[in-house]
């Protein structure tokens, strides 16, 4: 199915209750992942005063990254990695989205130890900041870099792993509490090199609104997300429903490790540390060729 189809295929609900200005619901689009569905509950069922309307899509994010790419939603929640490629059309939100210490990508094999170098690696996607990490991990720690990379749907990595079809995999979210069940080894975590390297969070999701909706609204939308995880944060339990029935019949279990792991202070603000992380990212990937160099000023909001 293409990225269009899919996005027309997406689970959609419009936000009702108490969301103000009596505008047309902003197309939003954000993954059904427990993270997303729990800061955005509260807005999407209209439990922020004064908030914007919004019309729900559920897409996944290597989906939505293209739809970032081809400026199809109001706002979306996009890989770090895609800014470079946006950033004309949409502005960061400095709330929102998934930064963190210790929730980074791992790369996966089959054997404890196994040698990267010219062997083949399964990624989820190529313009993600999981690939990023990976490249730049890869750039220092395997003596003349890996060989192929095959992108496959994230939901068969781990089972291509472990049948020997690839010689590793690179896997993000619940993986990192699910490998052991495959029988998979983990010979790097992404995220350990890049705070060993860079003393920085990891920069891993990201909150996109259309420039084109003005300073004022773009502000709205900050602090309706900012609300919208505080609310997530002061009665858990109102979320409860949504997120499991999104999860994709995760273990309730995984979905509230995956929810301490990647909804934290970053969520709430990005600081200062939030946007180093981000624009720390970005530089080095572009150093190393990876991105186009970000125009100045392109993470001010």
Request: aromatic residues 8%; contains cysteine.
């Amino acid at each position: 199915m293409g990225d269009e189809q899919s996005a027309q295929a997406a689970t959609r609900a419009t936000a009702q209750g108490r969301t103000g200005g009596g505008q047309e619901p902003l197309r939003i689009a954000y993954s059904p992942c427990p993270n997303d569905t729990f800061v955005f509950h509260a807005w999407a069922h209209g439990l922020v005063d004064g908030a914007p309307a919004l019309d729900v899509s559920f897409a996944d994010i290597d989906l939505t990254n293209g739809m970032a790419e081809r400026g199809e939603f109001d706002v979306l929640k996009v890989s770090y990695a895609v800014l470079p490629w946006v950033l004309d059309e949409y502005a960061l939100l400095p709330c929102g989205g998934a930064l963190g210490r210790g929730c980074g990508p791992l790369v996966l094999t089959r054997e404890p130890g196994t040698e990267l170098s010219g062997k083949t690696v399964a990624v989820p996607s190529e313009r993600s900041t999981a690939y990023l990490l990976f490249r730049l991990w890869a750039a220092t720690e395997v003596a003349g870099g890996v060989g192929k990379i095959v992108v496959l749907p994230f939901h068969e990595i781990m089972p291509a792993v472990r049948d020997g079809r690839v010689d590793a995999g690179l896997v993000i979210h619940e993986a990192r509490f699910t490998y052991q069940d495959y029988g998979l080894h983990k010979l790097a975590d992404m995220g350990e090199h890049w705070e060993a390297t860079t003393g920085l969070p990891i920069p891993l999701g990201a909150i996109i609104a259309k420039r084109s909706l003005g300073e004022q609204r773009l502000r709205e939308l900050a602090d309706a997300a900012r609300a919208s995880v505080r609310r997530a944060w002061d009665e858990p339990e109102l979320s409860r429903e949504y997120v499991l029935a999104h999860s994709q019949e995760m273990d309730p279990k995984v979905a509230d490790q995956h929810i301490a792991l990647y909804v934290n202070e970053f969520t709430a603000d990005l600081g200062e540390d939030g946007y180093a992380a981000v624009r720390g990212l970005l530089t080095r990937a572009a150093d190393e060729g990876l991105v186009p160099p970000l125009p100045a000023g392109a993470l001010a909001f």
